[in-house]
């Protein structure tokens, strides 16, 4: 058998023969191995690292050339007028489809709504 760890534990299971809980046992207690979720990250090209190490660089040669000056730093956030909404905690009761309209069943959402950069 052949050691990938992106493979789920259930198809590695299903390959050697035997059952789940005895290969997740096998997997948790006798390789020590652990499940983590991969993080999404955003991708950054190399020439973006070296400008933002050039910037950063830049920053501290301006902060240590004006010591004893105050630096405000601010971050700006893109709000957006319409709300998130979970489908699947977003529920309406009614005892047939047909008791209820158009308007109260769906859920209407622009293509491009209104924002505020704060």
Do not use: C
Not at 25 to 32: A, F, H, T, W
Not at 40 to 66: A, D, F, N, W
Request: charged share 35%; no cysteine.
């Amino acid at each position: 058998m052949e050691r990938n760890l992106q493979r789920s534990v259930r198809k590695i299971a299903k390959e050697a023969k035997i059952s789940r809980s005895s290969m997740q046992r096998i997997v948790k207690n006798d390789l020590q191995l652990s499940p983590y979720k991969k993080q999404s990250r955003q991708l950054i090209s190399e020439p973006s690292k070296q400008k933002r190490l050039h910037r950063g660089k830049l920053t501290l040669q301006e902060m240590e050339r004006v010591a004893g000056k105050v630096f405000i730093w601010s971050d700006e956030k893109m709000l957006t007028v319409e709300g998130v909404i979970n489908k699947q905690n977003d529920r309406v009761y009614a005892k047939s489809l047909k008791d209820l309209s158009v308007n109260a069943r769906s859920h209407l959402k622009r293509q491009k709504p209104a924002s505020v950069m704060v």
